[in-house]
């Protein structure tokens, strides 16, 4: 079973970068799907972006985020990463990172990490 666990998090003006990172635990990180997912206040989670081992390393973007953020995941440290430029004030919200095992749906979160874009 993968456990994951955020850091990166913070504060940031609008314009600004963030870089979060997904350190995970488990055999098994290679084959499973990592995806960034956010949740910002008073509204529903949200898909952000997503990296797939076994179709190649295909990533996945939300509309919202595509060409400002960039997924990439390191197999041999088990680390997924969320580069964040051009943030707005919009992107503010909890960001989890998740794990899915082959062809299955996400069934791995981690705790959480704050990310507040000022204007």
């Known amino acids: 079973q993968v456990q994951l666990v955020e850091s990166g998090g913070g504060v940031v003006q609008a314009g600004g970068s963030l870089r979060l990172s997904c350190a995970a635990s488990g055999r098994t990180f290679s084959s499973y799907a990592m995806g960034w997912f956010r949740q910002p206040p008073g509204k529903e989670r949200e898909f952000v972006a997503s990296?797939?081992?076994?179709?190649?390393?295909?990533?996945f973007y939300a509309a919202s985020v595509k060409g400002r953020f960039t997924i990439s995941r390191d197999n041999a440290k088990q680390m997924t990463y969320l580069q964040m430029n051009g943030l707005k004030p919009e992107d503010t919200a909890v960001y989890y990172c998740a794990a899915a095992p082959p062809y299955s749906d996400y069934n791995v979160w981690g705790q959480g990490t704050q990310v507040t874009v000022s204007s």
């Open positions: 990296a797939i081992s076994w179709s190649g390393g295909s990533t």
